[in-house]
């Protein structure tokens, strides 16, 4: 186990394009934190960067106590799960497990402790003398991740490892990813776009944009205060509703006022409910109905404001909501975000 530490890690490509602008992070002992953002925004490069496998053009990274900058990736006592399994087809379960180990020339007997520990955590001992073609998606990913474990290394990094999995797989492997990792105690790095693995799996989420970091901070830190628009919408699906004041389009209640400032409102869709007669809410708009979509034991509805501005909120159960109806939402005060003609959160 091992702390991770970026100071001011920058990374520029020939033609002086910089991917990476100044990244600062502290990645405690055992922490599991996920670096999310969208295609392009520097997370998997970062990733490769502490793995060793993509150069720094300055600043500094360390594991640990050593600073790993000028460190071959095999010095680095690091353990990578990549998207495509990157299992070694000749060879049985066991043997992948194995290659790594003897590679380092580990006891015969310590190698057999660990692909025992290995596989009866991850649930593969029935498949340790098959070879990879005949294991299934989730079964093959579950090697690659026991072949990660038995390294015992100080850190895990893992690039994206559940994208090739179908949706029920990917729910399973998250949970068994998150129990592994409480269970093991590993500082892990973890690398998605996919916000929903983001969140049900980091202790911390970093969210990157542009090669900058945009916000740190627990899921729930995220959810509850984005410190800008571009978190706001990226963190929580369906992305938050952002309303631009200056052709409103909505009224405030009694009392109400937007901070100095505001150039935009954010509203979630699940803090939105219909109007209630005799309720007044901090928030009020008229909404024609656009689409519905049913996910289950809720719906999502789609419409407009007067002003043209998109909004969706979420109603309980089947929605009987008819399309092209006018309806009247509502939201309370506490679920109100204001942000600046920046993007940047007011308050």
């Known amino acids: 186990m091992a702390r991770i530490t970026f100071k001011d890690v920058r990374k520029t490509y020939g033609g002086g394009i910089e991917v990476i602008k100044g990244v600062s992070l502290d990645i405690a002992d055992g922490e599991l934190v996920v670096l999310v953002g969208p295609s392009g925004c520097g997370k998997s490069t970062l990733l490769r960067m502490i793995a060793g496998l993509e ?10 106590k050593r600073v790993v900058n000028d460190l071959e990736p095999s010095e680095r006592d690091i353990a990578m799960v990549f998207q495509n399994y990157a299992l070694y087809p000749h060879m049985t379960v066991r043997q992948n497990l194995a290659y790594g ?14 692909i025992k520990k290995a596989a009866k955590s991850l649930e593969i001992e029935p498949f340790l003398e098959r070879k990879p073609r005949q294991l299934s998606g ?21 690039d994206e490892p559940l994208s090739n999995l179908d949706a029920k797989l ?87 006022t937007l901070p100095p400032g ?17 309720k007044p809410d901090a928030f009020s708009a008229e909404v024609r109905v656009g689409a519905v979509e049913l996910v289950g034991a809720e719906s999502y ?22 399309i092209d109806a006018c309806v009247m939402t509502g939201a309370a005060a506490s679920s109100l975000h204001y942000f600046d003609g920046s993007g940047h959160r007011i308050g």
């Open 101 to 114: 180990l003897k590679n380092r020339n580990t006891p015969k007997d310590e190698i057999e402790r660990r």
């Open 55 to 64: 150069g720094i053009t300055s600043g500094e990274i360390a594991i640990g």
């Open 301 to 322: 509805v789609h419409g407009r404001l007067g002003n043209n501005q998109d909004i969706v909120f979420r109603v309980p159960g089947r929605s009987q909501i008819a």
């Open 170 to 256: 990917r729910v399973q492997m998250r949970v068994e990813i998150k129990r592994l990792q409480r269970t093991l105690a590993t500082t892990s790095v973890y690398v998605t776009h996919d916000q929903m693995e983001a969140m049900t799996l980091a202790d911390r989420l970093v969210v990157l944009n542009g090669g900058q970091i945009e916000q740190v901070g627990t899921p729930i830190e995220l959810y509850e205060k984005p410190v800008t628009t571009f978190v706001a919408t990226f963190i929580g699906s369906p992305s938050m509703n952002l309303l631009e004041t200056s052709d409103r389009g909505f009224s405030l209640g009694p009392g109400m």
């Open 262 to 278: 505001t150039a935009t409102l954010g509203i979630r869709p699940e803090d939105l409910h219909l109007a209630t007669a005799g």
């Open 138 to 158: 989730g079964q093959r990913q579950r090697v690659a991740m026991g072949r990660a474990i038995v390294r015992e290394p100080a850190a895990f990094l893992f």
